[in-house]
């Protein structure tokens, strides 16, 4: 019995003329058995173009009791030079997805006037700690201190007011309340601008007297000249700056060298724990500086006023006593 050898070979020079598949190869046969492994077989044809069709390989390797998919099956494309260098420099890592995008800012209404014209009436503000208004505890503090220190225990001393960090403008709202006749508001962030402070002006009716300086508070004190001009210095100043982000030794002495400044103004300024204020900020003295917590509120302010302040004390003290 003729054993078919495990080296098949088809030959596409010679056709099997009497099989029914003109187009199909000769097959070589051999009686000497043998025990290698079987190497894979190689299939030709000697037709031109594209060789045999894939419905004749079939019918062929299944003659041969084989199976076409294993032998048909196409390899996967290898991979090109440039995709390899792409790889090797890192660009051809998958695309990370878009992080997700933030939350909307909303505002909601904590806080109110204290006291003046508006008093009671609701103010907006941010949620979340995006800005961080005065406490109303350290608010009415500074304000009932300033308006004994003028000369004025029923109401503050009329001026201009400047509001440094105004954020939602609580504090120049407060002061127009109570008697300022206009107050600059310096805040960086548009969104707090449009959606807040606007807002506040336009819901107490003080929108009029007010003038907002969408900038950063160091462009504005370096430009100080340019907006003073025919008025002079102001009355008041609030700074109330987010802890974190200031060096107050360098703010406060860019406000003691600012032509913003004047011999009769009131500073008011808000700072945290572990923070050393000087006794003077230019030619101005410290008032008072009292500590709500972790917040400290110190004031400075002309020598006079110094001393009213000290006589107020002792007539409050005299009259507990009677």
Same mark, same amino acid.
Request: glycine content about 8%; some cysteine.
């Given at each position: ?34 025990? !290698? ?10 037709? @031109? ?25 196409? @390899?996967?494309? @290898?991979?090109? !030079? ?13 695309? =990370? ?49 300033? =308006? ?41 962030? @548009? ?39 025919? /008025? ?11 802890? *974190? ?8 002495? =860019? ?23 000087? /006794? ?14 972790? *917040? ?6 002309? *020598?006079?006023? =110094? ?16």
């Amino acid at each position: 019995m003729a054993v078919v050898s495990s080296s098949l070979i088809l030959s596409p020079l010679r056709t099997n003329r009497g099989s029914s598949y003109p187009y199909l190869p000769f097959l070589s046969t051999s009686s000497r058995p043998s025990n !290698r492994p079987r190497p894979p077989i190689i299939v030709c044809s000697d037709k @031109p173009g594209n060789g045999l069709a894939s419905e004749e390989k079939k019918l062929l390797l299944e003659s041969y009791g084989l199976d076409p998919d294993e032998f048909l099956s196409e @390899p996967p494309p @290898p991979k090109t !030079r440039r995709r390899k260098d792409a790889q090797k420099r890192g660009r051809g890592k998958s695309v =990370q997805p878009p992080e997700n995008p933030k939350p909307p800012r909303t505002t909601h209404k904590l806080l109110q006037v204290l006291g003046g014209k508006a008093r009671r009436m609701k103010l907006l503000s941010p949620k979340g700690m995006d800005v961080r208004p005065m406490m109303e505890v350290v608010k009415g503090a500074a304000f009932d201190i300033l =308006q004994v220190a003028s000369g004025c225990p029923a109401s503050l001393r009329p001026g201009r007011w400047l509001d440094l960090y105004s954020g939602t403008g609580s504090v120049g709202i407060e002061a127009i309340s109570r008697g300022c006749s206009e107050v600059h508001f310096i805040e960086m962030d @548009p969104w707090v601008v449009s959606d807040v402070l606007r807002p506040n002006l336009e819901w107490t009716g003080f929108l009029d007297v007010s003038v907002i300086h969408t900038v950063r508070v160091e462009k504005f004190l370096e430009r100080a000249e340019q907006f003073v001009g025919k /008025d002079g210095s102001f009355d008041y100043i609030s700074v109330t700056p987010p802890y *974190t982000e200031v060096d107050y030794g360098v703010l406060m002495d =860019q406000i003691s060298k600012s032509p913003l400044l004047g011999e009769d103004t009131f500073i008011v300024v808000e700072y945290p724990s572990r923070t050393d204020m000087l /006794d003077t900020c230019g030619c101005l003295v410290k008032i008072t500086d009292r500590r709500f917590g972790r *917040t400290h509120l110190v004031i400075y302010g002309p *020598t006079w006023a =110094q001393k009213k302040r000290k006589s107020g004390k002792s007539l409050r003290k005299l009259a507990v006593e009677i």
